[in-house]
């Protein structure tokens, strides 16, 4: 029988999913960040390769986002 050891970083780690800019919840909780400095409870978001910090990924991958939605609009 394994005993799993639980830590104050399990709960940081565990509950962390990959950004989506087409979330509403994911950017409520960047607009959080973004308004008051610090993360509602904990940051919810994994950091991604190649950013070094997850603001700026967060802020690149909306960014890149928009301008597919605005190139597709304009394809269309």
Known sequence: ???QHW???NDY???RRKFNPA???DLKALGFFKKHGHWENS???H???PFQDIVTMCQSKYT???LSKLANKKAA
Do not use: G, I, R, S
């Open 47 to 49: 950091l991604e390769w």
């Open 13 to 15: 780690t565990n509950n």
């Open 43 to 45: 940051c919810p978001f």
């Open 1 to 3: 029988m394994q005993v």
């Open 64 to 66: 890149d986002y928009m």
């Open 7 to 9: 830590t104050k970083l």
């Open 23 to 25: 979330n509403a919840d």
